[in-house]
């Protein structure tokens, strides 16, 4: 069974930065796809980025394309989120999941593991 722990958020003026990193434990297959998604008071949980546990497949949302990477440390079992020019309609918690499919890694009912979540706050 695999646990993920996010980390790094926090709250942030219009234009910061911030790291987010998601530490995985337990039992990892190479095929695994980790992605980050996001959810905003109410509205529903969105895509923002993806990445193969090994390889070099990335996905992004068009609304973080050149904001936002996502990157691995396999080493650490750690995935990272690095947010750059954040805006307030950033503003959300975001999680890690773990995807063991192979398709749609951009899609949320593909993911069956998630994290506890971790609270990005962007003022203007």
């Known amino acids: 069974q695999v646990q993920l722990v996010e980390s790094g958020g926090g709250l942030v003026q219009a234009g910061g930065s911030l790291r987010l990193s998601c530490v995985v434990s337990g039992r990892i297959f190479s095929s695994l796809t980790m992605g980050w998604f996001r959810q905003a008071p109410g509205k529903e949980r969105e895509f923002v980025a993806a990445?193969?546990?090994?390889?070099?497949?990335?996905w992004y949302a068009d609304s973080v394309k050149g904001r936002f990477t996502i990157s691995r440390d396999n080493a650490r079992n750690t995935v990272y989120l690095q947010m750059n020019s954040l805006q307030p309609e950033d503003t959300a918690i975001y999680y890690c999941?773990?995807?063991?499919?192979?398709?749609?890694?951009?899609?949320?009912?593909?993911?069956?593991?998630w994290g506890q979540g971790t609270q990005v706050t962007v003022s203007s």
């Open positions: 990445i193969r546990w090994l390889g070099f497949n990335t």
């Open positions: 999941g773990k995807s063991s499919a192979i398709i749609s890694p951009t899609m949320s009912s593909m993911y069956d593991s």
